[in-house]
């Protein structure tokens, strides 16, 4: 029997962590069938599936030709919003191409309308629901002595059929059809922690991607837009095998390390002996310089002592991403969420101070009670407390969330194809959604992508008078969609939304303009729509050179940069012509010369340094 696990991210630098669950899962059963059980599915070994990794960015057609060229019996692929619609398409085409083929469908994108996926894809066999490794494993078993029942000959395959239904409803989270009707067995916990998915294959695969580590299950929140809200309880992982899997990923060499676990300080004391635990790993350097830890925490629930640890970090060796959604009570109530509002500004701003970890706050649109003035209310709020990311999301009604369910009586619409996104509310519009598409688009161009830091701070400047919210929501609406703009024409556009703002001055913003783009792109060449014809630029290259002398490759290839972030930018500091840029300044009194470093970045945002310096000083 030949059985392939198949994984659709949503990138190439994610890494998938539920097929080597379940990859684990049948070793460990393995481990244990020895035949002299007297129980024919203990017995059962099982032959190891193969885990196959894509992505959504790949074309269908490649993804299905290697799956048609392997020829599996069984496929089993997990489904999310983000690939459920290219899962559908695989399975039409595998009918046709592979009708043999048991398809087994897993993961939250099925897992709360199972039967309504199976009557919707004739092609689908079976559907994991829930928690699935101790299910798969039961279901690998029957079918695997299915079809070598069927091979041994038909006396033997008519008793498999005999218990198999038996044997099948007796699976937890099951849905299965019996007799052309579609039916779902109750889904049931599993107890315990599953075994660990951090098997050497996976390991191998991580290098410069992204790596995620599964402490805990479930979340002892009840939050109506979560998926994880609707769980029973949290199961928490032992803490001495949580410790392992972060060495064993960190000695993997990923870009990150993401924890899962859906609030990783729900339990204070736990998340402070991890964040002890990877500070003391990163001093005697069992953890190297360039893993990064990204936890999604509840900013409210941290106490000092774990705040003074987070404040005490190299830089880059954390990233927070803090769940806010809205500053609104009314709206945090409605949701079933209970936050210290207060607490969570305070302890923000303590985290941020030190600017030596990477702050990721969010905030959703959609959510009941909170109309286009409490957003930009609550938007105000959090961006005064100066996060590196700002994320302004749209409610995503997912199958299994409450809110779906209560969303026609609250009178929410929602796209009907995934990610099943809010169109309108009683409380924001139609017409004001899609205003606020425009400034999230200008938000993630201007703000998240950290390319603008000084034109940002200078038109949010009191002497322009607009609030963050109003800035965005101008400046998106003026700008438009931002997709498929190349960063210099974008760059024409915001010239031209300073000119419409009137207030702003152009020399000004044109500076600001020139050290963003120093300090961001080690191209060493300014944007055509930021050049000025001026002989002092001869001169400034020439002084420049002098200080900043050209690295010869062998000795540019020998110099070992600690961090990943580094090496990457020796390579690139190999590919410019210089390993400094500049740009002359007009907007003082006196003509300046903004001077990049591009030989290594800064920590937490990878900027380069930038120095502002007297033009005739320097020549």
Known sequence: MKSIILAINAKYVHTALAPWCLLAAVRAHNAHADGRLGDAEADTLIAEPEVVESHINRPAEEILAAIVEARPDILAISCYIWNISLVERLAAELRRRLPECILILGGPEVSHNALERLEALPMVSYIICGEGEKAFVRLLCLLQRGLAGAEEGCQTQARAHATAEKTLAAIPGLAWRRGGKALQNPIRAESGAPPSPLLPEYLDRLTGRMAYLETSRGCPFRCSFCLSGQSAQACYFDLDEAKRGLLLLAGACPKVVKLV???????????????????????????????????????????????????????????????????????????????????????????????????????????????????????????????????????????????????????????????????????????????????????????????????????????????????????????????????????????????????????????????????????????????????????????????????????????????????????????????????????????????????????????????????????
């Not at 996060?387 to 026609?408: A, N, T, Y």
């Not at 009907?416 to 509310?425: D, E, G, Q």
């Not at 830091?453 to 949010?460: A, D, F, G, I, N």
């Not at 420049?544 to 580094?566: C, G, H, I, N, V």
């Open 261 to 619: 676990d859906r609030t990783s300080n729900s339990r204070v004391a736990r998340c402070r002996e991890f964040i002890r635990f990877i500070l003391e790993c990163r001093a005697d350097g069992r953890i190297p310089a360039g893993v990064c830890y990204h936890m999604e925490v509840a900013a409210d629930l941290f106490d000092r002592q774990s705040i003074d640890l987070l404040r005490s970090a190299p830089p880059g060796l954390f990233q927070l991403e803090i769940g806010l959604q809205s500053f609104n009570e009314h709206t945090l109530a409605a949701v079933g969420r209970k936050t210290n509002l207060a607490r969570v500004s305070e302890n923000t701003r303590l985290l941020r101070e030190n600017n030596n970890i990477h702050l990721h706050l969010d905030l959703l649109v959609g959510l009941p009670e909170e109309g286009l003035a409490s957003l930009a209310q609550s938007f105000d709020q959090a961006f005064a407390l100066s996060p590196h990311m700002l994320q302004l999301g749209f409610l995503k009604l997912i199958h299994g969330s409450s809110l779906r369910e209560q969303s026609r009586a609250l009178g929410i619409e929602y796209e009907p194809a995934p990610p099943y996104r809010v169109r309108l509310t009683p409380w924001i519009s139609e017409d004001e959604m899609d205003q606020l598409a425009l400034c999230e688009d200008a938000l993630n161009r201007l703000y998240n992508s950290g390319r603008f830091p000084r034109t940002c701070r200078y038109l949010l400047s009191e002497k322009h008078g607009l609030s963050p919210f109003t800035f965005f929501y101008t400046a998106g609406r003026f700008i438009g969609k931002s997709a498929g703009v190349p960063l210099d024409a974008y760059i024409a556009r915001i010239l031209d939304f300073g000119a419409d703002l009137a207030v702003a001055d152009p020399e000004a913003l044109r500076d600001c303009l020139v050290m963003d783009w120093l300090a961001t792109n080690p191209v060493g060449v300014l944007p055509l729509c930021l050049k000025r014809a001026d002989l002092l630029n001869r001169r400034v290259a020439r002084a420049l050179e002098a200080r900043y002398p050209r690295a010869k490759p062998d000795s540019q290839a020998t110099q070992a940069a600690p961090s990943a972030q580094e090496a990457t930018t020796v390579k690139t500091a190999q590919v410019t012509k210089r390993p400094f840029g500049f740009g002359l300044l007009y907007g003082a009194c006196t003509t300046k010369v903004a001077v990049a470093d591009y030989r290594f970045p800064r920590p937490i945002l990878g900027d380069y340094p930038l120095a502002v310096v007297d033009a005739e000083k320097l020549c």
